[in-house]
């Protein structure tokens, strides 16, 4: 086993793995402070209107293509060449997002309706959504600068300090929950140019819009000593006609399609789930967090280190190298996501409650996003793999598997979405908003599987011994886990009795009991994954 690879990996799931703690306590705030009514649905539909360009723009698509060009110049070229491409880059990249967001905060409520189309029969969430995303738009542009910063620093080893940058916006978030509350009151009167309105939601979620914006400028500030320190603090200039920006924009397309599939997936959740039952958009998006912390501190973290390091063997030619490198970092990806995501399922109702069962967030509240967390849980493992596996195209330029397999997952993903509605529908059951988190995670499943099938199909990956014997011992390990922890925890009306300290101590004592019972199972099976060999 590589022991760079290791390291790096460790390095970005920790300061990851502080991310999202960090995150959990400001759901615990946020979920305290607000509940899930209509003033936090407003605020995460505000919220994710940006992230939904972010992602299109900076982590999936630009970043994906970025990387291993500028991974090439740097193993090929000057630094006064990689220097020129940054600073082109920087200064086109730049250029897009401000008319993207100068239009945005002009016809914020116009993007709204977009977003949230059944909110036009609701003008108080329509209102309040618009000013919030007023403030919540611009941190497109400051957050795509810093997924900028990020590449460059990655691509040259420096893991960490984007892996951290994240916590800027968790502690933000919480400070202006806590300190910025109090300055808007329960009714809050909206002046913009489009008129007056009096809203009559929790006028203090506005303190979380101005939590974000507050971030999206600490989080790009944050970014700059450390590019000074390798020398490539970006210095903005036009680029459109440069050959190295050009070649990005040309990889770009197909993974801008790709991430627009995503992209697309989670905006046809948005819109089914605000025309369900009151709350079904702030359920969604509490489990969602919980799932996207194994995906983030784990998934994400090997998808970080790998990307460089695979781009680098492409570069060289390295074919074994990188097959070894592919092997190593899905044996990992196995180790992780199955007992994670059993994990996740059997401990939802605890998860649940010990987070966010306090304040507003009552008992329904917990039952249904418990729901979610659980349907969500089965895809995790399609998650974490398509992280892995991706790098394994984008590091050899090649951009189009991955979007043709997300186009497949998402006409998938749409009618399992009709379908499973319609069914809780006709059943006149509210917990519909199951349905979404269920298509999502099958979606993603099949996702992995098709891209997995490529990489076998033209022979990029080929694996390595031992994977029958491994995947038995873990499927193993993972049912004495998932036995224990069934067997040790009470039920779910037992939790909502507990004190706060009880249901920390209960949470934290079957997750290390479950964690210990899953390695000891493994190892005594016969699993070596210290034996697990890469190359970097």
């Given at each position: 086993m590589s022991r760079k690879l290791f390291k790096s990996t460790a390095v970005v799931a920790l300061f990851t793995f502080l991310s999202r703690i960090s995150g959990l306590v400001r759901d615990i705030v946020v979920s305290s402070y607000f509940g899930a009514k209509g003033g936090t649905d407003a605020f995460f539909v505000a919220f994710k209107i940006p992230n939904f360009f972010r992602r299109l723009f900076a982590e999936a698509s630009f970043a994906y293509a970025f990387v291993p060009v500028l991974t090439e110049y740097r193993e090929k070229r000057s630094h006064k060449e990689v220097q020129d491409l940054v600073d082109k880059v920087a200064g086109s990249l730049a250029s897009v997002l401000f008319l993207v967001t100068l239009v945005g905060v002009i016809a914020s409520p116009i993007v709204i309706m977009m977003f949230a189309p059944k909110w036009i029969n609701e003008p108080d969430k329509l209102s309040l959504a618009a000013a919030m995303l007023v403030l919540t738009f611009p941190y497109l542009f400051f957050i795509s600068l810093t997924a900028l910063a990020g590449g460059i620093l990655n691509a040259y080893g420096k893991f960490a300090v984007p892996a951290f940058t994240p916590v800027l916006l968790n502690l933000s978030i919480i400070g202006s929950a806590v300190w910025l509350s109090g300055a808007f009151g329960p009714n809050l009167e909206i002046v913009s140019m489009w008129g007056k309105d009096l809203v009559e939601?929790?006028?203090?979620?506005?303190?979380?819009?101005?939590?974000?914006?507050?971030?999206?400028?600490?989080?790009?500030?944050?970014?700059?000593?450390?590019?000074?320190?390798?020398?490539?603090?970006?210095?903005?200039?036009?680029?459109?006609?440069?050959?190295?920006?050009?070649?990005?924009?040309?990889?770009?397309?197909?993974?801008?399609?790709?991430?627009?599939?995503?992209?697309?997936?989670?905006?046809?959740?948005?819109?089914?789930?605000?025309?369900?039952?009151?709350?079904?958009?702030?359920?969604?998006?509490?489990?969602?967090?919980?799932?996207?912390?194994?995906?983030?501190?784990?998934?994400?973290?090997?998808?970080?280190?790998?990307?460089?390091?695979?781009?680098?063997?492409?570069?060289?030619?390295?074919?074994?190298?990188?097959?070894?490198?592919?092997?190593?970092?899905?044996?990992?990806?196995?180790?992780?996501?199955?007992?994670?995501?059993?994990?996740?399922?059997?401990?939802?109702?605890?998860?649940?409650?010990?987070?966010?069962?306090?304040?507003?967030?009552?008992?329904?509240?917990?039952?249904?996003?418990?729901w979610a967390l659980m349907a969500y849980s089965v895809g995790l493992f399609g998650f974490i793999l398509t992280k892995v596996l991706s790098p394994g195209f984008y590091a050899r330029q090649d951009t189009k598997t991955p979007m043709v397999a997300a186009i497949k997952a998402l006409v998938i993903k749409v009618i399992l979405s009709l379908l499973l509605l319609y069914l809780f529908s006709v059943m006149q059951w509210r917990g519909a908003h199951i349905g979404l988190a269920l298509s999502t995670a099958l979606a993603a499943l099949l996702n992995a599987w098709f891209l997995y099938r490529s990489l076998r199909k033209e022979n990029i990956y080929q694996p390595g011994k031992g994977w029958t014997a491994d995947i038995s011992r873990i499927l193993l390990a993972v049912v004495v886990m998932a036995g224990l922890i069934l067997l040790l925890s009470p039920a779910a009306d037992a939790w909502l009795s507990m004190g706060l300290l009880e249901r920390i101590w209960r949470v934290l004592l079957y997750v290390g009991l479950g964690v210990f019972a899953f390695l000891a199972t493994a190892i005594i099976a016969g699993m070596r994954p210290w034996r697990w060999k890469s190359s970097i």
């Open positions: 939601l929790d006028g203090r979620v506005m303190s979380l819009a101005w939590g974000v914006f507050i971030a999206g400028i600490v989080q790009l500030l944050f970014q700059i000593p450390f590019l000074m320190k390798i020398g490539l603090l970006p210095k903005p200039k036009w680029g459109f006609n440069d050959g190295g920006v050009r070649r990005i924009m040309k990889l770009m397309v197909p993974t801008l399609i790709s991430s627009s599939v995503l992209q697309i997936s989670l905006l046809i959740d948005l819109w089914l789930a605000t025309s369900l039952t009151e709350g079904s958009v702030s359920w969604l998006y509490f489990s969602d967090r919980l799932v996207e912390f194994p995906l983030g501190v784990f998934g994400i973290a090997l998808a970080t280190v790998v990307l460089p390091a695979l781009a680098k063997h492409y570069t060289d030619k390295s074919d074994e190298k990188f097959s070894g490198t592919m092997d190593w970092s899905l044996r990992w990806m196995f180790v992780i996501s199955i007992p994670s995501a059993v994990g996740l399922f059997v401990l939802a109702s605890p998860l649940i409650t010990t987070m966010y069962y306090r304040g507003k967030f009552d008992a329904d509240d917990v039952l249904m996003t418990s």
